[in-house]
DNA sequence: TATCCCATGTAACTAGTTACATGATTCG
DNA sequence: CGAATCATGTAACTAGTTACATGGGATA
């Protein structure tokens, strides 16, 4: 995150905006950590005046720190470690005994990753009209973020999909119990 | 996970079956959890000689932890808060400066997700060749967890498709860069 | 004058991982 | 006889969250 020297509140910037999707950070984690990481070599800083507010800490890569994230990219793909909540309730709803709060619960999870939906469509919108290159021929640095992109939303259309049907599922149920 | 009373050893077996898809647990955080969870009043515990190894600590669910379940599952779902190693992994990928290297990141994680949507698919056959009612005639207590099962066959369905697009758009970027 | 954005952090806590430690029984 | 399974846990550490604390400048 660092290819352009940033303080800690640039980072949780890029975090909010790029990495939304797939990670989240709050400022009271990054601070320690970026302190940590020069502590350990990995990264560097320097403090520089700042047009508004108090003076910015501003961390750069360094070589060695540089080594580690190539040695993470290169150590094949993190997997198998993701933690679903809306899964883990899906699990236990049964508990609840109640079909039409079930149902309610569906309509919300529709509701949410309809609007993700749109959120990361209309993001994809405004890239490709902002650069004719778009999709395919842009530079790597931009392409590989743009994977993510495409990644989120093959993935939040296909939840999208399992609640549209687990919603018609659940009302056919209520119907045959009746 | 107390529906019926269990000890930690029990519980582990149940995410590493039927959980595993969205949730994983060590038994070294388990056990100290199941046993602040007691002292919070919201399980209890009795000691039961075992058939085999020392004694087991069997929980189980008490009022107040009934009512504890179903205030997070009536709270509405939780969302947004998963984070996805493989996409933080893809969003830097560029730094690698090596076209050849992120192909073979690609191909491993399709290979993963090929892998993992087969396990599924063969847990679903296995399941709806052992019941007659599968999927839409399940007590609740087996259709709740059903829809876990047909989230994750959605998704890694959808995962993978992306990865064979990726693969085709890098071997593509390949060729137009030579 | 109130709220938002800039910009830094610490403290207390909760969650989760990795490694260590023990010991019986069963199966190949 | 060795490995796997049953069964319990602790210790040391890393990661992450929530709440607290400060204060200037810009905008409505």
Same mark, same amino acid.
């Given at each position: 995150? &660092?290819?352009?020297?940033?303080?800690?509140? $640039?980072?949780?910037?890029?975090?909010? *905006?790029? =990495?939304?999707?797939?990670?989240?950070?709050?400022?009271?984690?990054?601070?320690?950590? &970026?302190?940590?990481?020069?502590?350990?070599?990995?990264?560097?800083?320097?403090?520089?005046?700042?047009?508004?507010?108090?003076?910015?800490?501003?961390?750069?890569?360094?070589?060695?720190?540089? %080594?580690?994230?190539?040695?993470?990219?290169? $150590?094949?793909?993190?997997?198998?470690?993701?933690?679903?909540?809306? =899964? #883990?309730?899906?699990?236990? &709803? #049964?508990?609840?005994?109640? %079909?039409?709060? #079930?149902?309610?619960?569906?309509?919300?999870?529709?509701?949410?990753?309809?609007?993700?939906?749109? #959120? &990361?469509? +209309?993001?994809? +919108?405004?890239?490709?009209?902002?650069?004719? =290159?778009?999709? /395919?021929?842009?530079? $790597?640095? $931009?392409?590989?973020?743009? =994977?993510?992109? /495409?990644?989120?939303?093959?993935?939040?259309?296909? *939840? !999208?999909?399992?609640? /549209?049907?687990?919603?018609?599922? !659940?009302?056919?149920?209520?119907?045959? +119990? %009746?």
């Amino acid at each position: 995150m &660092l290819r352009q020297p940033s303080s800690g509140y $640039d980072v949780k910037k890029q975090f909010d *905006t790029s =990495l939304r999707n797939f990670w989240k950070a709050e400022l009271s984690q990054i601070y320690p950590t &970026l302190q940590k990481l020069e502590t350990e070599g990995l990264l560097s800083s320097a403090k520089v005046d700042s047009e508004q507010g108090p003076q910015r800490v501003v961390y750069s890569q360094t070589e060695s720190g540089k %080594a580690e994230l190539l040695h993470w990219l290169g $150590d094949g793909p993190t997997v198998g470690t993701e933690r679903i909540g809306f =899964l #883990a309730q899906t699990y236990f &709803l #049964a508990q609840l005994g109640d %079909a039409n709060k #079930a149902i309610e619960f569906f309509e919300e999870l529709r509701s949410y990753f309809a609007e993700r939906l749109e #959120a &990361l469509q +209309a993001r994809e +919108a405004e890239w490709s009209a902002a650069n004719p =290159l778009y999709p /395919d021929e842009l530079p $790597d640095h $931009d392409f590989f973020p743009q =994977l993510t992109l /495409d990644c989120g939303i093959h993935r939040i259309a296909a *939840t !999208l999909a399992w609640c /549209d049907k687990t919603l018609t599922r !659940l009302k056919q149920r209520q119907r045959s +119990a %009746a």
